[in-house]
């Protein structure tokens, strides 16, 4: 590489510097003659002009983080499960459906058949009287379920097929439900699961 004794400057860096004080000479001497053509016309017209500024840019409002779309026919698969094989489940998107028989609370804890609703878009599990949904029996938030299990104690009374019995534990009660067979049963457990497995990590 050639050497530039005595404080020389590169021929390029100093050509450089040479277009850099042009360009800024020629930037005042445009900003001069703006401002005297403003002058010029304030004085042709008698009246201030006021300088126009840019109007702000508006940002769009921020949207609020959503909760993360969980593809569960994606995440049964992972776990091992093959929802179309099993007729008694409807899994579809964020949303899983099926009839279960439900333990009753009060009276003689009467077992009824249920249709249950699992939704993660709306964050929720809710059980209606038909396949319809026309009428929401209960709803339960996810929120509030803490545990899915099998009922391996068989505390459930008089379960139709303890084999097939399985409780959800929320904060307000111990649900008690009996799927129509074990592929059906460990899908809905896996499913609800995902519910209970983020309020431990929230």
């Known amino acids: 590489m050639e050497a530039y004794s005595d404080g020389a400057l590169h021929p390029d860096i100093a050509r450089l510097e040479r277009l850099l004080q042009e360009a800024i000479a020629e930037r005042n001497r445009l900003l001069k003659a703006r401002e005297e053509r403003r002058r010029s ?16 840019i508006s940002m769009p409002p921020a949207c609020p983080p959503g909760p993360p779309v969980l593809d569960l026919q994606q ?18 998107g964020a949303c899983c459906r ?11 804890k009467v077992w009824r058949k249920r249709w249950f609703c699992f939704d993660w878009q709306a964050r929720r ?11 929401v029996r209960c709803t339960i938030e996810f929120e509030d379920i803490e545990a899915v299990y099998f009922d391996h104690q068989r505390r459930a009374f008089k379960s139709p097929n303890r084999c097939l019995t399985f409780c959800i534990q929320t904060h307000k009660r111990l649900f008690y439900l009996v799927a129509p067979s074990h592929d059906a049963m460990h899908i809905w457990m896996d499913v609800i699961a995902t519910a209970a497995d983020e309020n431990r990590t929230a």
């Open 75 to 92: 995440h049964l698969e992972c776990w091992g499960h093959i929802p179309e094989n099993c007729p008694h489940v409807q899994v579809s």
């Open 41 to 56: 016309t304030e004085a042709s017209s008698g009246s201030t002009v006021p300088a126009t500024e840019a109007p702000p």
């Open 98 to 108: 099926g009839f279960l028989v439900k333990m009753g609370r009060r009276g003689f």
């Open 125 to 135: 599990l809710a059980y209606y009287s038909d396949k319809e949904e026309s009428k």
